[in-house]
């Protein structure tokens, strides 16, 4: 057991990178889907609709499967862990839009035609005053997407990246204690979830305070 | 040519689908002048006022601030810039307050006036003061809207908006969602704005606050001016039938 935690905690961080890189990579997602799903061009529109149900209605396996073993018929030559990082990112990032999106149409109308009656601009009215309350209201659900990205993370063990749920299917050939091996993976995974969920509660109470 | 109004309607008009809103409205508003619109709940006042900064476009008719056309037909682009400028000298007041909760009471007040006039933060700042002092709220600067009363909020609403140092100041309902013993004090700010000669548009359920302050009344009902003129023969002496029956029971029915 003790022999086995050194690698454990090498895979802890390379899901911890996967779970920071990835989330990142999906709040950009999800910052330009939610733009372009509420833009006044219906291109744009559509575009953003298009990329939410493609990812949503696919398993994140099959995302994963077609940027690793798929990108290379097109040209695109990838780590494992960078194939997942991406597949990842782009996956939680479309349910990202949904969640920004639905923080930004929750403000309330009047907000909007207030700001607007002063003779402040579309754009204006967003950065001054929709946006900052939507982001109080998109923390809570956006600490629910990371919460899945991060116990998502274990998808690309299929692709190899040796992260933690790899890490655990490796050792159990050498210890033979599966139940040990995935008990450790499980805890680690809770103590990552755990922390992080602390840590959009901070920020939700810290924006709620005025 | 000295009495140009500074608020023009012409023909208004406005459909949702087949159900017409208003119906052909002009309406001329002098400088300094008080207008009280009343009528029945769904008779298109709330439509009409917000018909003047184009927050509800018409479907017909052009509204005019002073020599400027509010809703010309512009491109896109044109029409934004056009528009938030207009917007500026048209302040308005919302039934709901609308403040921004987010920010506090200075900073409600300051946001547009920064923003869109590009004033530095100790002009910004004498700005809350000054408009603040109006309301008799200056004690209240640092607070946080959530932190307010309905009345309080209402006189900040009204700061903020008066900090535009508008032209012409609208008021839809200002006061319907204030609990009766705060309607007071958000009257009395009003009629200190209209003893300073501001010109203003008071869409109000109060008729005896309409004949003190309003030197005009129109009564609309099914998106027309049924009648207008001044308090005087509105309140004591109307002509039409709908109108005395609209007063008769909202005169008494003190609610
Ligand atoms: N966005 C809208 N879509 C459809 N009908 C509307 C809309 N806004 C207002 N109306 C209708 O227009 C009429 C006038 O509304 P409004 O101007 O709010 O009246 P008031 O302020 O006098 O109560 C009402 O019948 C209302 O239902
Ligand atoms: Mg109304």
Redesign the pocket.
């Known amino acids: 057991m003790l022999r086995v935690f050194p690698y454990f905690l090498q895979a802890a961080w390379v899901t911890l990178q996967l779970s920071v890189l990835s989330c990142l990579l999906g709040l950009i997602c999800g910052a330009l889907g939610a733009a372009a799903r509420l833009s006044r061009s219906p291109v744009l529109r559509l575009v953003g609709a298009t990329y939410v149900s493609v990812i949503r209605g696919t398993p994140a396996l099959i995302q994963i499967f077609i940027l690793y073993f798929g990108g290379p018929q097109i040209g695109i030559q990838l780590e494992a862990f960078e194939a997942g990082m991406l597949a990842l990112g782009f996956n939680i990032g479309a349910y990202m839009t949904e969640t920004m999106r639905g923080a930004i149409i929750s403000v309330d109308r009047g907000q909007n035609e207030a700001a607007r009656t002063l003779g402040l601009s579309r754009f204006e009215t967003f950065r001054a005053v929709t946006l900052p309350q939507a982001m109080r209201l998109m923390i809570r659900p956006l600490g629910v997407n990371i919460n899945a990205l991060i116990k998502g993370t274990a998808l690309v063990a299929a692709v190899s990246v040796v992260e933690l749920t790899y890490t655990a299917q490796r050792y159990i050939g050498s210890t033979y204690k599966p139940f040990e091996m995935f008990f450790l993976a499980g805890a680690i995974y809770m103590t990552i979830i755990y922390v992080t969920g602390h840590g959009v509660s901070w920020l939700d109470r810290r924006a709620a305070l005025k | 040519m000295t009495d140009r109004p500074i608020i023009d309607i012409r023909h208004a008009a406005k459909s949702?689908?087949p159900?017409e809103?208003l119906k052909d409205i002009s309406l001329q508003v002098q400088k300094g002048q008080i207008v009280a619109i009343i009528?029945?709940?769904?008779?298109?006042?709330?439509?009409?006022?917000?018909a003047i900064n184009d927050l509800?476009p018409l479907t017909a008719g052009e509204v005019w601030l002073e020599d400027t056309q509010v809703n010309k037909a512009l491109p896109t682009r044109q029409y934004e810039a056009h528009i938030n400028s207009v917007r500026q000298n048209i302040g308005m007041v919302f039934q709901h307050f609308n403040l921004f909760p987010h920010l506090n009471v200075r900073e409600n007040i300051t946001l547009a006036p920064k923003m869109l006039k590009g004033i530095s933060n100790e002009d910004a700042d004498e700005l809350a003061v000054e408009q603040l002092n109006k309301v008799g709220l200056l004690d209240r600067i640092d607070y946080y809207p959530s932190q307010l009363s309905g009345g309080q909020k209402q006189r900040v609403a009204i700061a903020r908006a008066l900090a535009m140092k508008p032209k012409v100041m609208l008021f839809?309902?200002a006061t319907s969602a204030l609990d009766p013993e705060l309607v007071e004090e958000v009257n009395l700010v009003m009629k200190q704005l209209a003893e300073e000669h501001m010109t203003m548009i008071i869409?109000t359920h109060e008729m005896g606050f309409a004949q003190d302050v309003c030197d005009r009344v129109l009564f609309?009902d099914q998106?027309v001016v049924v009648e207008e003129g001044p308090p005087e023969v509105i309140f004591k002496n109307p002509a039409n039938d709908r109108t005395k029956n609209f007063l008769r029971k909202h005169l008494k029915g003190q609610n």
């Open positions: 949702y689908g159900l809103v009528g029945p709940s769904g008779s298109g006042k709330s439509t009409l006022l917000r509800d839809d309902e869409v609309m998106g």
